[in-house]
């Protein structure tokens, strides 16, 4: 079962997206087996992270800017700073996370949640869940 996701971003945003894939978990019926998150895109990522202090995602987003600043020296000059910084941030992040099905649940942890990041933006944007059985 693979099912699509649209998504209307802006710039350096944060999107919660794990109740959309529970619930392509509990739509396929699967008691035991794997989901897979798959975000097509180079300039934004998939994260797994807390819900439950809201502060800390201004926590990972201050890191991630430290680490990966928006700059005019990239090499990479196709597109602006902005989007070669979206580039690195999106490669050091990921773009995919794989989950366990179990019981015909998805299996996080009671502190996890899963986040699309805009690195880019705004934008129109997608993300895939794919369901398969053991």
């Not at 649209?6 to 396929?28: F, M, R």
């Not at 087996?33 to 995602?57: K, R």
């Amino acid at each position: 079962m693979l099912v699509n996701f649209k998504l209307t971003t802006k710039y350096n945003d944060v999107y919660d997206i794990t109740d959309k894939v529970k619930e392509t978990v509990t739509a396929s019926g699967i008691q035991e087996g794997l989901c897979l998150v798959y975000n097509p895109h180079s300039t934004a990522g998939l994260a797994v992270y807390s819900p439950w202090d809201p502060e800390g995602f201004k926590d990972l987003d201050e890191e991630i800017r430290r680490l990966i600043p928006t700059k005019v020296d990239f090499k990479h000059q196709h597109d602006t700073p902005q989007d070669a910084a979206g580039h690195v941030k999106s490669a050091l992040l990921g773009n995919s996370g794989s989950f366990i099905i179990h019981q015909g649940k998805l299996l996080v942890g009671s502190s996890q949640s899963i986040y699309f990041l805009e690195f880019d933006g705004p934008r129109n944007r997608e993300f895939y869940v794919k369901i398969q059985t053991d």
